[in-house]
């Protein structure tokens, strides 16, 4: 089967780092997408990953480890606006693409 | 950035009608597109995956004689929600498929929120 697990919730401080971890299980494997997603919005595009590393973006960095099947949106300099739900997504590839997305992550950023 | 349009951005419709949604890629070709479908404060739950010229692939529990998806083109799938009922009251979203290898990305539609009374 498949699985992807990522924390419900995090709260952190303005200012901070915060890193949001996502574990997966899954056949076909191609690469890792990471999503932010605010309320009654469609998704947006923050980072895909296909090799083991961390690739570095802005305040916003990813990283992937294949062969343990987990990854880490790190997020630094924390803004008030940063709130927000961030979706780890996997996209297979079997015969044919196909994005599977966690449950996401409800981040709360407080003053 | 690449950028796809999705409309209607909201529907409002009778029980039993049918609403017709159009997820366009504006600036790109999207060989595959997939439709989501979002209740609230849940996540993106796959509908089905739309290649071009082909038939969609549906995931397990989606009806697709209730969910008919065509991809007539390279920049254009839609999503007709047939005899719409209460329950099909969701957000739902379209995104397409480009790019390879490390440049692979999807880009998602704003999303149309139906509300079927």
């Known amino acids: 089967g498949q699985n992807i697990d990522q924390p419900t919730e995090m709260t952190a401080t303005e200012g901070a780092i915060v890193q949001i971890n996502c574990t997966y299980q899954t056949s076909g494997f191609n690469g890792l997408f990471w999503y932010q997603q605010h309320a009654g919005e469609a998704p947006t595009f923050l980072s895909y990953?296909?090799?083991?590393g961390l690739e570095e973006k802005g305040r916003f960095s990813s990283f992937l480890s294949r062969s343990k099947g987990y990854s880490y949106l790190l997020l630094k300099e924390l803004q008030m606006k940063d709130s927000a739900s961030y979706l780890c997504?996997?996209?297979?590839?079997?015969?044919?693409?196909?994005?599977?997305f966690g449950a996401g992550t409800r981040l709360f950023v407080k003053a | 950035g690449a950028v796809v349009s999705q409309h209607p951005s909201r529907v409002i419709c009778k029980s039993g009608t049918s609403v017709k949604i159009e997820c366009r890629s504006l600036?790109?070709?999207?060989?595959?597109m997939f439709w989501y479908r979002q209740f609230p404060k849940q996540s993106l739950m796959l509908m089905a995956t739309s290649n071009e010229g082909s038939k969609a692939t549906y995931e397990q529990g989606v009806e697709k004689d209730k969910f008919l998806i065509n991809h007539a083109s390279l920049t254009l799938s839609t999503l007709t929600v047939t005899s719409a009922h209460p329950e099909d009251s969701s957000f739902y979203i379209c995104s397409a498929h480009t790019g390879q290898g490390a440049q692979e990305t999807q880009y998602f539609g704003p999303g149309t929120r139906l509300l079927v009374l």
């Open positions: 997504a996997v996209l297979r590839n079997t015969g044919g693409f196909k994005t599977i």
């Open positions: 990953n296909v090799l083991d």
């Open positions: 600036d790109f070709q999207a060989t595959t």
